[in-house]
């Protein structure tokens, strides 16, 4: 070959392979491997996203968390709060031809409770309200053995979206690797830890009022790519070989969206933002007072700056923006303030030699732990040991694998751990402050705070939960017992051609709606 | 020879005992209770947790765990990962072929690369190209290859967008990878062929043969080379073991699936049976990359065979 045509063959290559993305086509660049599509079984939030384009739940959360018809066209909840009644949509069949009707719900609640089933999240989802009735051909009963006020709003997680009952019935324990629902996408494919392909539903026209969108979806295809490599998902999406980009990093979300060339969809994820419960039953953490030096001792808005480029909003209480009860004026209960810290030391009897706090002969040393594949939470924890070692604690910081990190938080052998929780309603407190729950973190409850959270969860009036909710945030941040840290959010980025992607409330991606430009 | 056969497969037999069994007991060294981590917010109810326990038999002794798990190897089925949600053998079906890809056309261009790089230096020796190609040689050797990788998509796949980022089984998105890996070999292999080739060339025959008035040609191809050929086997057989090892930061640059990733996705969630199991088959085709160079040895050189 000469090297004359050497160019001209090398710019015909590149203009047959850029071309790849078809005009309806969309290539997700995603950031986490999936370990099922069975909204039941699965155990990871990141699958979320995918299952609300393929099943349809209920109801449908807006952003704003509304409550919108979807498969549900209407309802109504009994005056004793214990009873609610679905009028299901008449005109709506899954993927595979079933008709989706009262006994379809049925069969799906039945699934989620069946002994071996395995369920996960959804299960919790449901509650206390986990018995389905059809009461019609298109009318089904949900009852509950107590009021369960979280209800409505989790009926629209995509957890519990509903699933062909012939799929539960044919493929059993298989049924994540046929997931069939009556979403505005059907699956095609999986393979497994590379792409997740699915295609528009044509018979899809029961959007959810509020997106204004009649019709099947304006998308053709999507391949969800599983990139979980920062770097390379970054790389993929700027080549132009993903047309979105979940979590992107920090430092590339400032840069590119400098840029002006992209969209910006900074997903909101609802729940308890990140943050780090502090363990309340563990040396010297379990007096107050330490507690609430690290309170003080830790500057939200620096850490950001410090762990993640300052691109996220910081947040001073459990609940996230948006929700249920949030409390807007706690950002003023704990200013960073290192001498205050250091005062409060002083007055819990640590005496400073100029190096090290010690009290009885014991140094004030705490251990701060997080996941080790999860940069951010390691970034994190890094810089909350930073700000206290600036005062003079010993802080140590371990990464640990996630079975680990699970069993030692349980066990309650770590001080601090920056971690998430997700949730649509404000009971999602209950899984960190109950007593014997799970995840109670900072091994510490409250007589008061156990009460106000079963108060929360049975009052129905929307007014009178918000104020239950208040005073919950005001217990937590009073006791010191958990450092918020920030808001929860998934940085998509999508290219200028692409629009019209949304989120139902909690922070699950939709492509429902979306369309790309000519 | 037959015996000599009998008794590799032998050894890859007890060496494929020896590391499941330590495997196994490794992992369940290790701190932290798979249960817990799979079940979530549902570990709150402990009936849940033990059910799930028994399911997956870890309520049972370790001794009759592993000999339950041995038993169902040998019936082939290497269990049901409940990380994954799906049995382990389709797990391995899904992303072996990719590695197997990855590796193939990594060790070809690792040697290929060497052996023209080697060849030249030793031909060449103490002259320029000699110094050039060993400097490239040691080059090569000290680029880690995630660096190399993030540079090599930088360049041809964002730059100039000839490539994938994301790397498929297709073409487009085998070739970085590919490279990449054998990059970090191509070094090592440059230098061993060039002493080999080297030492060759001093033998007594090959000045024979140079004597009676052979070619230059072909004194290199039928004396030098092959007697050169022998020991570069022997890397080569050692080399598939760094190459397979080298995958699990190559697919992890590249976003490839493999068996590399889904033996650190494993190892991360505690995926006990996808773990035995993958390191089992890491272990057998290591093994048995040797048995195969062993076999070779006859065929370069005879004597070798009639012992």
Redesign the interface.
């Known amino acids: 070959m000469t090297s004359r045509k050497l160019p001209a063959l090398l710019a015909a290559a590149g203009l047959c392979l850029s071309g790849t993305a078809h005009a309806n086509e969309l290539v997700v660049g995603w950031a986490e491997t999936n370990d099922t599509l069975n909204p039941v079984t699965t155990g990871k939030r990141n699958v979320g996203p995918i299952l609300s384009n393929i099943f349809d739940t209920l109801v449908w959360i807006s952003p704003d968390f509304e409550v919108e018809p979807l498969l549900a066209e209407s309802w109504t909840v009994s005056d004793d709060g214990l009873t609610y009644v679905f009028k299901l949509r008449e005109d709506v069949t899954f993927h595979d031809g079933t008709p989706f009707n009262a006994a379809a719900v049925v069969s799906n609640v039945e699934y989620i409770t069946g002994e071996n089933t395995q369920s996960k999240i959804s299960l919790g989802l449901l509650g206390p309200c986990a018995h389905a009735e059809a009461t019609g051909e298109y009318e089904v009963t949900f009852t509950c053995d107590e009021i369960y006020a979280p209800l409505l709003a989790q009926m629209g997680e995509p957890y519990l979206g509903m699933q062909s009952p012939a799929a539960i019935e044919e493929y059993g324990a298989e049924l994540g690797q046929h997931p069939v629902g009556t979403g505005p996408f059907k699956f095609v494919s999986w393979t497994p830890s590379q792409s997740i392909v699915l295609e528009k539903n044509p018979d899809y026209n029961w959007m959810a009022a509020s997106l204004g969108h009649d019709g099947p979806a304006a998308i053709d295809k999507i391949t969800f790519q599983i990139v979980p490599n920062p770097q390379s998902r970054v790389q993929q999406f700027q080549s132009g070989q993903s047309q979105v980009m979940q979590q992107t990093p920090g430092l590339y979300w400032k840069t590119l969206t400098a840029s002006g060339k992209y969209t910006e969809l900074p997903v909101e994820i609802s729940g308890l933002g990140i943050f780090a419960p502090i363990n309340a039953s563990l040396f010297p953490t379990d007096d107050i007072l330490v507690r609430k030096a690290i309170m003080y001792a830790v500057d939200q808005k620096a850490l950001i700056q410090l762990a993640e480029a300052g691109v996220y909003p910081p947040s001073y209480t459990p609940l996230s923006v948006g929700m249920l009860g949030h409390d807007e004026d706690a950002e003023g209960k704990y200013p960073y303030d290192p001498e205050k810290a250091k005062s409060l030391l002083t007055e819990a009897g640590w005496e400073f030699d100029g190096t090290t706090w010690t009290k009885d002969g014991k140094t004030l040393s705490v251990k701060i732990t997080a996941i080790s594949g999860k940069a951010h939470y390691m970034a994190q924890a890094q810089a909350i040991q930073g700000f206290l070692s600036e005062i003079g604690f010993d802080a140590q910081f371990e990464a640990l694998n996630a079975p680990a990190w699970l069993d030692l938080n349980i066990d309650g052998g770590s001080t601090l751990t920056p971690s998430q929780y997700i949730g649509v309603d404000p009971d999602a407190l209950h899984f960190w402050f109950l007593p014997d729950q799970y995840f109670n973190w900072s091994h510490w409850t409250n007589d008061e705070l156990t009460d106000l959270i079963y108060q929360g969860r049975s009052e129905l009036d929307h007014g009178k939960r918000a104020a239950i909710y208040q005073k919950i945030q005001d217990i937590l941040l009073d006791n010191a017992v958990i450092l918020p840290i920030r808001q929860n959010l998934d940085l998509t980025l999508a290219d200028k051609s692409v629009t019209g992607i949304t989120w139902s409330g909690g922070g699950f991606q939709y492509f429902g709606a979306a369309s790309i430009a000519e | 020879m037959l015996s000599y056969v009998a008794g590799r497969l032998a050894a890859i037999v007890a060496l494929a005992f020896g590391i499941s069994g330590l495997v196994f007991l490794m992992l369940r060294l290790?701190?932290?209770?798979?249960v817990?981590?799979?079940?979530?917010?549902?570990?709150?109810n402990p009936e849940v947790v033990e059910?799930?326990r028994r399911q997956l038999g870890l309520d049972e002794s370790m001794a009759s765990q592993y000999v339950t798990w041995l038993g169902n190897l040998f019936r082939g089925d290497f269990g049901y990962s409940y990380?994954?949600?799906?049995p382990v053998s389709?797990?391995i079906a899904?992303?072996f072929p990719a590695t197997l890809q990855l590796t193939v056309c990594a060790l070809f261009l690792s040697v290929l690369l060497g052996l023209a790089i080697g060849i030249v230096a030793a031909l060449k020796r103490n002259r320029a190209a000699d110094t050039l190609g060993m400097g490239l040689a040691l080059a090569l050797m000290s680029i880690p290859s995630f660096w190399l990788g993030?540079l090599l998509?930088?360049l041809f796949?964002?730059t100039?967008?000839?490539f994938?980022?994301?790397g498929?089984t297709g073409f487009?998105g085998v070739v970085l990878p590919a490279v990449t890996l054998a990059l970090g070999t191509v070094g090592f292999n440059a230098r061993f062929i060039r002493s080999s080739v080297l030492s060759a060339q001093t033998q007594k025959h090959v000045i024979t043969a140079r004597a009676k008035g052979l070619s230059r040609a072909t004194v290199f191809l039928r004396h030098v080379l092959r007697n050169s050929l022998l020991p570069i086997l022997t890397v080569v057989g050692i080399q598939v073991g760094n190459l397979l090892s080298g995958t699990v930061v190559v697919e992890?640059?590249?976003?490839r699936?493999g068996l590399g990733?889904?033996l650190v996705?494993a190892?991360?969630?505690?995926d006990y049976l996808t773990v035995q199991a993958v390191v089992l088959i890491i272990a057998v085709i290591y093994a048995g990359a040797n048995f195969v160079v062993d076999l070779c040895y006859p065929l370069l050189d005879p004597r070798i065979a009639r012992r």
């Open positions: 290790i701190p932290g209770d798979p817990m981590a799979l079940l979530g917010t549902q570990a709150a059910r799930l990380g994954q949600q799906r389709e797990l899904a992303n993030l998509i930088l796949a964002v100039w967008p000839i994938d980022v994301v498929g487009k992890t640059v590249f976003s699936p990733r889904l996705d190892i991360l969630s505690k």
